[in-house]
Nanobody, 118 residues
Framework: QVQLVESGGGLVQSGGSLRLSCEVS????????MAWYRQAPGKQRELVVVVTSTGYVHYDDSVKGRFTASRDNAKTTLTLQMNSLKSEDTAVYYC????????????WGQGTQVTVSS
């Protein structure tokens, strides 16, 4: 069973930065996409960024130019550098890995809280 562990969340003032990391418990094949989602109180979980094994990166419009994701396939790590944080970025951030060939192989971390104070 693949396990994901997120770290790096916390409290930061508006305009500040945080770096999130997601460590995967075992090597995953190139069939897996890695992604960050977030869920704010009272809202649905939404995609923040997805990174394919080939390095293609897609960001949600709300974070473009402020967030940068990177994937280290050798270490099976996904990081998210978040700059110029806004209060609306406050949410629980979840790491996800999903098999693009068999989407039933879909794994989530426990989430890490990011709180941006205005």
């Amino acid at each position: 069973q693949v396990q994901l562990v997120e770290s790096g969340g916390g409290l930061v003032q508006s305009g500040g930065s945080l770096r999130l990391s997601c460590e995967v418990s075992e090597t995953i094949s190139s069939r897996f996409n890695m992604a960050w989602y977030r869920q704010a109180p009272g809202k649905q979980r939404e995609l923040v960024v997805v990174v394919t094994s080939t390095g293609y990166v897609h960001y949600d419009d709300s974070v473009k130019g402020r967030f940068t994701a990177s994937r280290d396939n050798a270490k099976t790590t996904l990081t998210l550098q978040m700059n110029s944080l806004k209060s609306e970025d406050t949410a629980v951030y979840y790491c996800n890995v999903r098999d693009i060939v068999n989407p039933k192989n879909d794994y989530w971390g426990q989430g890490t809280q990011v709180t941006v104070s205005s």
